[in-house]
Structures are given as C-alpha cells and as structure tokens.
C-alpha cells in the first residue's frame, strides 16, 4: 500500500535551517507530481510547494519563495524540502502528499507530518 513518512522536522531559531525527507513506497514515486503541504496551529492548511516528475519543475507558494527549494531523488523514492532563513511564522505541521499543487490541500495519499517549530 502507498506509504509516506516525513522526517526532518525540530526547533531551530529564526534564520536558520531545516531539511525535511518525506521517503515514499508502494507506488511508482516517478510518475507522480509531488507537493509540500503546511499546517500551522488553528489554521488550515497551506499548499507550500510542487515539484514535477523529473524534478525539473518547480513552484512555491509567495510565502515561502526565494527560502525553500524542493528537490526530488526519483531513484530513492524521496522527496525533500530545504528551508533557508526561517520564520516564526512557518512554524507548522509539515506533511508530502502525492500529486500537483492544485490537489494538494485535499490530497488522498498524505504522511503524517513532521512538526517544524521555529522559536527564539
């Protein structure tokens, strides 16, 4: 069955950095469009970023844009996400979901999330 696991997530302090890892199985990672999707406390979610199957196209959305790179590695199933000067307010839930940006808030195939806390 399609399996998600997100890893990477902490507390780091404004300005700082955080790789996640969202590792894949069950289905063929290649062939399907790839998203970020964020979850701060109280709010809904918050599509963060898309990748393509080649990992040659990219988008984000404005708040993250400039900071956070997506990048895929097709041959271990692995999506990443890089985060680069960090926010208070990206502080959020941080979860992959398989497919395009326009799906991915409501995605069916989602991990769990891993918790990304950014604190002085």
């Known amino acids: 069955q399609v399996q998600i696991v997100e890893s990477g997530g902490g507390t780091v302090q404004p300005g700082g950095a955080l790789r996640l890892s969202c590792t894949t199985s069950?289905?063929?990672?290649?062939?399907?469009?790839m998203s970020w999707v964020r979850q701060a406390p109280g709010k809904g979610p918050e599509w963060v970023s898309t990748?393509?199957?080649?990992?040659?196209?990219?988008s984000y959305a404005d708040s993250v844009k400039g900071r956070f790179t997506i990048s895929r590695d097709n041959a271990k199933n692995t999506l990443y996400l890089q985060m680069n000067s960090l926010k208070f307010e990206d502080t959020a839930l941080y979860y992959c979901?398989?497919?395009?940006?326009?799906?991915?808030?409501?995605?069916?195939?989602r991990g769990k999330g891993t918790q990304v806390t950014v604190s002085s």
């Open positions: 979901t398989r497919g395009p940006a326009a799906t991915a808030v409501r995605a069916i195939y």
């Open positions: 069950g289905f063929t990672f290649s062939n399907y469009y």
């Open positions: 990748v393509g199957t080649s990992g040659i196209t990219t």
